[in-house]
């Protein structure tokens, strides 16, 4: 399941208010896709700017860290991927090596 599923908060493509608040860039940010078997950015949201989060649009990942690592769905994901074979941490390793090649690009 991804966030825009769990969330209900229909900025996915053909959601009901991309045309008022836009689509949502976890939906179409593809550099994080497969990470915890999401779709696109998915299954790490907390990783990309400009989420939908607690009513708002949300800015960088440093700047809604606390808040992200807060929710019932980073919770979900964080429960689903620790008691996989993988683990949480190891993933989030593999996302990190993701994440630093897009910001160097």
């Known amino acids: 399941m991804n966030c825009w599923e769990f969330k209900k908060c229909e900025r996915q493509g ?3 208010l ?4 836009g689509i949502c860039p976890a939906f179409t940010d593809v550099s994080l896709n497969g ?6 950015s998915g299954r790490a949201c907390w990783a990309v700017a400009g989420t939908f989060c607690g009513g708002t649009v949300q800015g960088t990942e440093a700047q809604k860290q606390h808040s992200c690592w807060q929710c019932n769905f980073f919770q979900l994901v964080k429960k689903e991927e620790t008691a996989s ?14 994440l ?6």
């Open 14 to 16: 053909g959601g009901r």
């Open 100 to 105: 630093d090649k897009s910001w160097r690009a």
């Open 18 to 21: 991309v045309g008022e608040l």
């Open 35 to 40: 990470i915890h078997e999401g779709k696109n």
């Open 85 to 98: 074979p993988k683990g949480f941490s190891i993933t989030m390793l593999g996302m990190q090596k993701v």
